[in-house]
């Protein structure tokens, strides 16, 4: 959802325009996870002489004061209007400072309407003596926002964020009024204490000048280190502010994400829970925020080095990164096996020691939201088959609105692309309360589900910018598999099976390209598609998760009403919505349900049905004797890995449906990639 992002150069002389540029691009790689608005701030020049009180500017602080653009719509339109403004109020873009701190921000609204006014970002009041970019939602902001009403703040925003700027600011006043001098991080502090809900926050402020303050508690927030000596990038550190005070030139980045930092360093640090970073002169510190204690303690953090090209943020020779992830997908499925199939055996690291825990569960929970949730749904037959233990699905916001049921004896097995999604996070805060053994599948080192979790499978499925999942799907799939077999490896009884689905999974990569080759034919597909409203898909069995997603990468990003439907339950209502006119899918490749799946085209078909069906090679007959419909023919594998194969037709469905019908392929109507709230 909204994207964070901070540049600060220390002893590195740097142009006001390159300083634009940096913060710009820092949005633009924020840009998959949606947003309506954004803005930055950066520094104007120094008064020519200190301000006064009775000094035309009337500044309240002596550092620069800070120039704050915002725009509503792409980051285009706020590119345009910053060097519009810019040549109106003749700024010098030419003009150099060796030390600066710049803060951008991309919204995605949930508290007022998309405008500059709600854009971040958000303001103290007049002179902008604090400015706050904010990720999250403060629940406690209309206490907050009435409590400063009646200290004299008047609110421009309809935002949750106004108030933590304004409560900046007043706590400010306060303490220099009773005790005279205060920190910048002891005005964080104080503002933490009286928030609730979940945020990554960065804080500028005039009067402390080129320092910036970051603290999170629930949202994602990333600090990267680019020590211009080059002496130590791309080599770990033990402890970043050893590293940092040195005095030498070098540039720090706050971010939502690793997209945005990976071009300028590959040294970085993922802020934990109410640790408040502070960069001053160059030098980062670090503390840790306890609501009990007056004091916060000092912590030592270790960077870590980043294992990620730039090349894997561009689109290369592709159009789109919808179209580019989807055609990523036999590298991504060997990334995410590589080193775990060895001698006929899983090895998965992340779950080694936990496995006799896992094995003695009661039963397994999976929980998760979307395409991750439909990866889980996909994966439970053949858990439940290798592992003999019962497996429930749980949507993520459903858990915790009916406070379901969870026990010592589960295993909650928790699904994310991002590991940062709002409502899979609650559902494991409320497991972990209840005493489960936790495992995060995810796609994002460092995340906040991958450091919660008691233990994982990273999926390294590769960065993933198209907002609609793909390759981060069929990788979770393939990861779940391998928990699978790794869970159930103790099992003679199963022994022949485990053997088959390990020689699938190694030619899994080569079937995908095999059907990534009908590329052209789904783009004809699309187009004798183009006109209807609405799209009907049927799946069971092992591809009743199929179907699922594959309308729901219809919905997401064709914007057309579509609807993934269980085969099984076909007479029990969808049925009477059959007729010449609406397109339906039906998925019969070869598995146990293969039979049944026959039945359900040849009552479709008696009903005039407008029939699509998937079919495994050489079964065009088998399914359609008549020839009335339309055929995909996939390559056949093992029967549990079949829908890693099945859904690769209907993402290329999707992503052409969606290009010819002209709308957003990445970055769909009012979606985003991560979604970091309720």
Known sequence: MCGIFAYLNYNAPRERRYILEVLFNGLRRLEYRGYDSSGIALDADLPASPPSASSPSGAPYAGAPPLVFRQE???ENLVRSVYSEVDEKDVNLDASFSVHAGIAHT???????????????????????????HNGIITNYEVLKESLTRHGFTFESDTDTEVIPKLAKFVFDQSHDEEGDVTFSQVVME????????????FKSPHYPNELIACKRGSTLILGVNELSGQHNGKPFPDVKALTTNGKPKELFFSSDLCAIVEHTKNYLALEDNEIVHIKDGSVSILKFDHHKEKPASVQRALSVLEMEVEQIKKGSYDH??????????????????????????????????????????????????TSYNAALAARPFVEELTGIPVTMEVASDLLDRQGPIYREDTAVFVSQSGETADTLLALDYALENGALCVGITNTVGSTLSRRTHCGVHINAGCEIGVASTKAYTSQIVAMAMMALAIGSDQISTQARREAIISGLSSLPSNIREVLKLDVEMKELASSLIDSESLLVFGRGYNYATALEGALKVKEVALMHSEGMLAG????????????NLPIIVIATRDACFSKQQSVIQQLLSRKGRLIVMCSKGDASAVCPSGSCRVIEV?????????????????????HLTVLRGFDVDQPRNLAKSVTTQ
């Open 191 to 202: 503002v933490m204490r009286q928030l609730e809900g979940a945020y990554a926050l960065i």
């Open 107 to 133: 919204r995605w609204a949930t508290h007022g309407v998309p405008a500059p006014r709600n854009s971040h970002p958000q303001s103290s009041g007049a002179g902008d003596e604090f400015l706050v970019v």
């Open 635 to 655: 390559p056949g594998v093992a029967d549990c890995l079949q829908p890693v194969v099945n859904i690769i037709p209907l993402q290329l469905l999707a992503y």
């Open 569 to 580: 339950e076909m007479k029990h209502g969808p049925l009477a919505l059959v007729d010449e």
């Open 321 to 370: 990164f919808m179209q580019k992830e989807i055609h990523e997908q036999p590298h991504s499925l060997t990334t995410t096996m590589r080193g775990r199939l060895k001698d006929g055996e899983v090895l998965l690291g992340g779950l080694k020691e936990h496995l006799k825990t896992i094995r003695r569960s009661r039963r397994m929970v999976f929980i998760g939201c979307g």
């Open 73 to 75: 719509g792409k980051i």
